[in-house]
Nanobody, 112 residues
Framework: QLHLVESGGGLVQPGGSLRLTCTAS????????VTWYRQPPGKAREVVAW????????TYAESVEERFLVGRDNAKNTAYLDMNVLKPEDTAVYYC?????WGQGTQVTVSS
């Protein structure tokens, strides 16, 4: 079982950027894919981005494609979500998931 902690959220103006980090403790991080989710206010949780265990393969939700970039450093048990050209509709709590384990989430607010 992994313990996951997201960090890097905050308030940013439209058009700005943020990097979210998912730090894992425990064993097995490098053997599993990482999925980033988000839950906008009053809406259901949705998949944002996915990275294979190696990091070679990635996929994105259409709404964030070409703006978000998912990466990972297995040597550091860490995954990243680089978010660029942020829009108000990106406002949400962002979560990382590895295997069956979830982090607690980090709030991202995009507002002027």
């Amino acid at each position: 079982q992994l313990h996951l902690v997201e960090s890097g959220g905050g308030l940013v103006q439209p058009g700005g950027s943020l990097r979210l980090t998912c730090t894992a403790s425990g064993f097995g991080f490098s053997r599993h894919a990482v999925t980033w989710y988000r839950q906008p206010p009053g809406k259901a949780r949705e998949v944002v981005a996915w990275s294979s265990a190696s990091g070679i393969s990635t996929t994105y939700a259409e709404s964030v494609e070409e703006r978000f970039l998912v990466g990972r450093d297995n040597a550091k048990n860490t995954a990243y979500l680089d978010m660029n050209v942020l829009k108000p509709e990106d406002t949400a709590v962002y979560y990382c998931k590895v295997n069956d384990d979830w982090g607690q989430g980090t709030q991202v607010t995009v507002s002027s």
